[in-house]
């Protein structure tokens, strides 16, 4: 049995049962049989009952947040942001069904066309911290494809996925098409991945695991898309609006109790501005209102399990300037920190997935760039600067596949997410991941 737990309490919410090998294979080929038939549904009916689903999840969001809160410890107000993208996402595919198409080409002798075909049955693995979001993203467009659907979420938070199963019958899309497997990545994860009816895994989760997933797709020349793991950098240089930067800097890194692949934890700033940031950064950082998830006004919960409150405590070392308070007695709190620190530091090189940030100075534009890019990862990023060329600049020399300008958003329903270098490859969102559920297709017509 699988126990659920709430992590801010520590009680057992859901018990399930593990999902097996064999029921893994029983998903594919229930998505298998139904694929057929589903790639037969015109287009329009396809977006339609999309956008059903859509509005059920609309009608269910506060259903689904609470869900995602009591399973995550995600802040509610959070989690009715993260319901009413879902909401969004599937508006948005189901908009996108029919003006995802092929081409005409010019070539002699005959006619050319392209066409967008499914690939088949997709296993999509989602990892514990965004759980509905991102079965969404990876949903969206598997579904406006055509495709068929394996989708296992993480062990630790698999009740919102669950409930998004339910909504799917509900909307009418028919048994087989969307099929939900709740097990261990080692075994039911890896099955899919293995799997000779699966023709691609839509993967997030961390490297390390995002590297089995790459070597294990090999063997049946598996499509795959990863979106891993990030080490982030916030640059602000010593023009910005320098109070703006540090009002946000903290959500930036403490957002989900920086379990967020996009956190911006390594806070990069320019030594002329850097002690007068510094004592705005941590004045901010102290109104952070860390708490009960319940709560409309909490802004950070606590991690998701004992495990990894131990592996995140494993980086504080060094410098802290700042750690926040948290509740006392039961859950997986543990307080945001910023630790000065030099890019070398195991604290500024590697994903702590926990509200752990690195303060680290720089001087001047080229090596900010150089630190910014001195990491293997490359997902996400801010440049906070009033100088709009060297906005730019730094923008194109940063290697990173999502990056903002006085901001600290990443995520958005119509624009393409994905990483850079070892964040992985393949885009999710906007209109680039239909690329990624659906194979090109040429054709030639000799008209002689
Ligand atoms: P994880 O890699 O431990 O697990 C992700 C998923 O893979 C889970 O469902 C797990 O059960 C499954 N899995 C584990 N072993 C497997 C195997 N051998 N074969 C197939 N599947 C297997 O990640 P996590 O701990 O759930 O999530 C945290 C990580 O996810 C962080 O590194 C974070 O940066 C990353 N992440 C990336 C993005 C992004 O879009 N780039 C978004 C969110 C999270
Ligand atoms: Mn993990």
């Known amino acids: 049995m699988n126990q659920v737990l709430n992590p801010a309490t520590e009680e057992t919410i859901a018990e399930l049962p593990e999902a097996t090998v064999e029921e893994a294979d029983r998903a594919v080929a229930a998505a298998k049989a139904a694929f057929p038939a589903w790639r037969a549904v015109s287009p329009p009916d396809r977006g339609r009952l999309l956008r059903r689903l859509a509005t059920l999840v609309e009608e269910t969001s506060e259903e689904l947040a609470q869900l995602e809160t009591s399973n ?15 909401a969004d996402v599937f508006h948005f595919y189901a908009g996108a069904v029919d003006k995802h198409h092929g081409e005409t080409i010019p070539v002699s002798g005959g006619i050319d066309m392209t066409f967008r ?5 997709v296993g999509l693995i989602t990892p514990w911290n965004f759980p509905m979001n991102i079965a969404s993203w990876k949903l969206g467009p598997s579904l406006a494809c055509g495709n068929t659907v394996v989708l296992k979420p993480a062990e630790l938070t698999p009740l919102s996925a669950i409930r998004l199963g339910e909504l799917v019958l509900e909307a009418g899309i028919p048994e087989g098409v969307v099929n939900v497997v709740v097990g261990p990545g080692r075994t039911v994860g890896q099955r899919l991945v293995e799997h000779r009816d699966v023709a691609k895994i839509g993967f997030t989760g961390s ?3 995002g590297r089995g997933v790459m070597q294990a797709a090999a063997g049946t020349i598996k499509r795959v898309t990863l979106e891993l793991g990030g080490k982030s950098a916030n640059v602000v240089f010593a023009d910005a609006d320098l109070e703006r930067a540090a009002a946000s800097a903290p959500s930036a ?4 109790a920086g379990q967020d692949c996009c956190a911006r934890s390594r806070i990069l700033v320019e030594r002329s501005a850097y002690d007068r940031f510094l004592d705005l950064l941590v004045e901010a950082a102290g109104g ?3 708490g009960d998830p319940r709560d409309e006004s909490t802004e950070m919960g606590p991690l998701i399990s004992a495990e990894h409150r131990e592996r995140v405590s494993s980086y504080v070392n060094g410098n ?4 926040g308070n948290v509740p006392n007695g039961s859950g997986f709190w543990f307080p945001p920190m910023l630790v000065e620190a030099s890019n070398d530091d195991r604290v500024a090189r590697e994903e702590v997935f926990g509200p752990v940030a690195a303060v680290i100075p720089f001087e001047g534009e080229e090596e900010a760039v150089r630190l910014a890019n001195d990491t293997p ?3 996400s990023g801010s440049i906070w600067t009033e100088d709009g060329a060297r906005a730019l600049r730094v923008a194109r020399a940063i290697d990173s596949g999502v990056l903002s300008v006085n901001s600290n958003t990443s995520v958005r329903v119509s624009t393409p997410f994905g990483g850079f270098k070892q964040s992985g490859f393949g885009r999710e969102l906007g209109l680039h991941a239909l690329d990624g559920y659906s194979e090109v297709k040429n054709l030639y017509i000799a008209t002689g």
């Open 72 to 86: 995550v410890g995600k802040p509610i107000s959070d989690s009715r942001a993260e319901a009413t993208m879902v």
């Open 117 to 121: 075909e499914p690939l088949g049955v």
């Open 207 to 209: 490297t390390e695991i």
């Open 253 to 256: 890194a403490f957002g989900n």
């Open 288 to 290: 952070l209102r860390v």
């Open 320 to 323: 802290v300037v700042f750690s």
């Open 377 to 379: 990862y490359g997902l």
